[in-house]
């Protein structure tokens, strides 16, 4: 038996787990992908902190955020993590992530929309690369034990206790069931739910939140949804906010500015898509900015601009549409990442730890995902239930879980499962993305539901067992499933806009709405309501 089993090689995951080994747990990191692989190489831009106080403040940092969230976050979680910030940096500093730095050898920070002050940190615009690669780096070092290209079916839970998970060997096709003292989910947000519409990897299908739900866990804030403005046009590929942040424009065919470009990601996204609803093209201008500081600053957007949508930043104009990009809601937890079923934990973009809100500031995700991921790691080791033994475990779950593949591979193959993976997700962005209202998003509700009922007529085509990665995208799919029809209840339910939630139907703040939205299921529907903001 484990001390801590993390789901998820991200950032959050890894610094997790360096912090359960530092306190000497028996740690394991289980991984879909191998960990390079993981979300945290999209983010690039970079990572907030105020490392130099003569010119910018914790409280400034705390305000900028709380700001951002519409006022539906924790203060003191937030200051939690704006304290830290600091001390995280450094850590990252001395462990080897090579931050830009500036003719005084200091740490270099860039502007980043929505905040008052400079206080962004980067590695050109690799940040998130670079980050996860060191930790990773430490976790060899370290001698973390990893199982890979290993994917969570469920959760053990007993008496509203988690025991361990019951997970699938993708390359054997094996069924295995491991158990632990206490489980760390990290395993990544919701936005690759809007497939086609989202700058996210398709292996980012929602499975830890997902799988949470059906264990009992409750779910915070599924309805806020950010999309980012600036993703090439055609693929999606994200082209990071550094780039207006070190002065790029945005600019209409005539090339002419129409909104300032370092507001909150919300506005700048439906200014955009308002343009393009309008059958007109929008650009990033970065030609002024002059071939040399493009390379230094935004090398790889440069690439990406070349490869994908075959334009020379320094040269012409960039064509860019606004995708799904992060997720604020999650499994709710608090500050130390417990949720509501005893030794499970989560940390990341897959819990809301009441500080992003409504909306999140560029530059605070990384900041969270090192900062809790770290603290959460901790506080699991010194929090360890040690009444657990493997002799009071009792769960059939491995058998059931067992039974329930051998029943997919029974199932009829008689819709495409990757046409209804498309439909699905033009079915979220026309429905319940940027702007919606009570009819779109029930005609989502009805057209996802419908889906969701011929699942036993999708089915997978593969049956072999080993490497069947039909099988594998069939079970993500029932994954982005539950979790679409979540975000769907919970955008129905808030009758109000706030921060990324738009509604055209009541496009004002009501402060009656001042709440965290809470969804459970029960009796295996979706449940949603309103508790305090705490």
């Not at 343009?275 to 040399?292: A, M, P």
């Not at 007529?457 to 067992?465: C, T, Y």
């Not at 029809?485 to 009656?512: C, M």
């Amino acid at each position: 038996m484990y001390d801590v089993i993390i789901i998820g090689s991200g950032a959050a995951g890894l610094s997790a787990a360096l912090s359960a080994k530092e306190k000497n747990s028996k740690t394991l990191v289980i991984s879909k992908t191998q960990p390079t692989h993981s979300q945290t190489v999209q983010a690039q831009g970079g990572i907030n902190a105020v490392l130099y106080e003569d010119k910018d403040s914790i409280e400034q940092h705390v305000a900028d955020t709380y700001n951002a969230s519409k006022e539906i976050s924790s203060k003191d979680n937030i200051n939690f993590m704006c304290s830290n910030a600091k001390d995280t940096i450094n850590w990252l500093d001395e462990i080897g992530v090579p931050f830009n730095r500036d003719k005084e050898n200091k740490i270099s920070q860039r502007k980043f929309g929505g905040t008052k002050k400079i206080r962004t940190c980067y590695s050109s615009d690799y940040t998130g690369l670079k980050i996860l690669h060191t930790l990773f780096d430490q976790c060899i070092k370290n001698k973390i034990e990893f199982l890979n290209e290993h994917v969570l079916l469920d959760l053990i839970v007993e008496d509203k206790i988690c025991k361990g998970v019951v997970i699938l060997d993708i390359l054997s096709g094996e069924i295995k069931e491991i158990y632990s003292k206490s489980i760390i989910l990290a395993t990544g947000g919701y936005a690759g739910i809007y497939q086609n519409f989202t700058t996210n990897s398709y292996s980012n299908t929602a499975d830890g939140i997902a799988i949470a739900l059906r264990a009992g866990a409750k779910l915070s804030n599924m309805e806020f949804v950010q999309f980012h403005p600036t993703a090439l046009v055609n693929s999606n590929i994200l082209i990071s906010e550094s780039a207006r942040g070190e002065g790029g424009y945005l600019v209409d065919k005539d090339g002419n500015r129409f909104i300032d470009e370092l507001k909150a990601r919300d506005e700048v996204a439906r200014a955009i898509y308002t343009r393009i609803t309008n059958k007109e093209s929008v650009y990033l201008d970065l030609r002024h900015l002059g071939l040399e500081k493009i390379n230094d600053l935004m090398p790889q957007e440069r690439r990406l601009a070349l490869e994908f949508s075959n334009v020379k930043l320094e040269e012409e104009l960039l064509p860019i549409n606004p995708a799904a990009h992060y997720t604020m809601g999650g499994i709710k937890t608090n500050i130390n990442g417990q949720t509501n079923i005893k030794n499970l934990y989560a940390s990341g973009e897959c819990a809301q730890a009441n500080i992003h809100g409504a909306n999140r500031l560029g530059g605070n995700s990384l900041l969270e995902i090192v900062t809790l991921g770290k603290h959460i790691g901790s506080y699991a080791s010194e929090n360890i239930d040690n009444e657990i033994s493997v002799q009071d475990i009792n769960s059939n779950k491995l058998e059931l879980i067992k039974e329930e593949i051998e029943n997919i591979f029974e199932y009829k193959n008689e819709i495409n499962l990757y046409k209804c993976k498309d439909e699905v997700g033009q079915i979220l962005f026309d429905k319940a993305g940027l702007f919606k209202d009570k009819n779109s998003l029930n005609e989502a509700l009805k057209q996802i539901n419908e889906i969701k009922n011929s699942l036993d007529e999708i089915g997978v085509v593969d049956k072999q067992k080993e490497y069947n990665k039909n099988l594998l995208e069939f079970l993500e799919f029932r994954n982005i499933l539950d979790i679409a029809l979540v975000v769907i209840e919970s955008a129905l339910n808030r009758e109000e806009s706030r921060g990324s939630h738009y509604r055209v139907d009541y496009p004002n703040i009501d402060v009656s709405y001042l709440k965290n939205s809470k969804a459970v299921l029960e009796e295996n529907k979706v449940s949603c309501s309103f508790e305090d903001v705490v």
